[in-house]
């Protein structure tokens, strides 16, 4: 099994501009959330969407959209990109809600916004 | 609101030498509480979890950690460092809302010496 798929790993985009996170799991599972990762600060939930057609927003939501059209895949969009948005970002989902599920995590997107 | 820190940023050990990673939460009810470890590169994978029961709770690579509720504590212990186990460290704990919605810690990133 891939588990969870994230691309691109890296990227740099200039202060307005836009662009999507992609991320993808096979494991069929009804949970999938973005976290943003900066250094020395953990990891801080963006969005997380509980099934496909069903998003909500986490701690840090501003700046981003998402969308989960599909079990597998779920987004991240950045429409007018930020200096404060260079960060590293993580996919992660998960079977159920339940708090004996683990997250599963994919290998993480690092974004420089200059 | 649920909180984790993590006191220690950086620390190092030498190989064979016993390590204590310190984790303190703050939490309303009882906590859900989870150690990740994130080797470079890669996300994160669970090492072990405690939701009731035992308060010493055995995890994978030979980790383990201890709860204690007087302390508000949830260290992470292994009594033989190897260099594979440089990596960073985090501490969470779930929060009590819908969803699995996991509140982390800054991290310990830990160095191996030979």
């Known amino acids: 099994n891939a588990g969870v798929t994230q691309t691109p790993k890296f990227r740099i985009l200039k202060i307005g501009q836009s662009m999507t996170l992609q991320c993808t799991q096979d494991?069929?599972?009804?949970?999938m959330y973005w976290y943003r990762q900066d250094p020395g600060m953990g990891l801080k939930l963006i969005y997380y969407?509980?099934?496909?057609?069903?998003?909500d927003k986490g701690e840090v939501p501003n700046g981003y959209n998402v969308s989960r059209s599909t079990t597998e895949d779920f987004p991240l969009r950045l429409e007018l990109a930020a200096p404060s948005q260079t960060s590293v970002y993580f996919c992660?989902?998960?079977?159920?809600?339940?708090?004996?599920?683990?997250?599963?995590f994919g290998s993480g997107t690092q974004l420089s916004v200059l | 609101a649920q909180s984790v820190t993590q006191p220690d940023i950086h620390i190092t050990v030498s190989e064979g030498a016993s390590l204590e990673l310190r984790c303190n939460y703050s939490?309303?009810?009882?906590?859900?509480l989870f150690w990740y470890v994130q080797s470079p590169g890669q996300g994160l994978q669970l090492l072990l979890k405690y939701f009731s029961g035992d308060t010493l709770v055995q995890g994978i690579k030979g980790f383990e950690a201890e709860f204690k509720r007087s302390q508000s504590s949830f260290n992470l212990r292994k009594p033989s460092v190897h260099w594979s186990d440089a990596a960073e460290y985090f501490c969470a704990v779930a929060g009590n809302n819908a969803g699995n919605m996991l509140t982390f810690g800054g991290g310990t990133r830990l160095m191996v010496k030979p």
């Open positions: 969407s509980v099934g496909a057609g069903i998003t």
């Open positions: 992660a989902s998960s079977p159920t809600d339940g708090y004996n599920e683990k997250l599963f």
């Open positions: 494991m069929n599972h009804n949970y």
């Open positions: 939490y309303g009810a009882t906590p859900y």
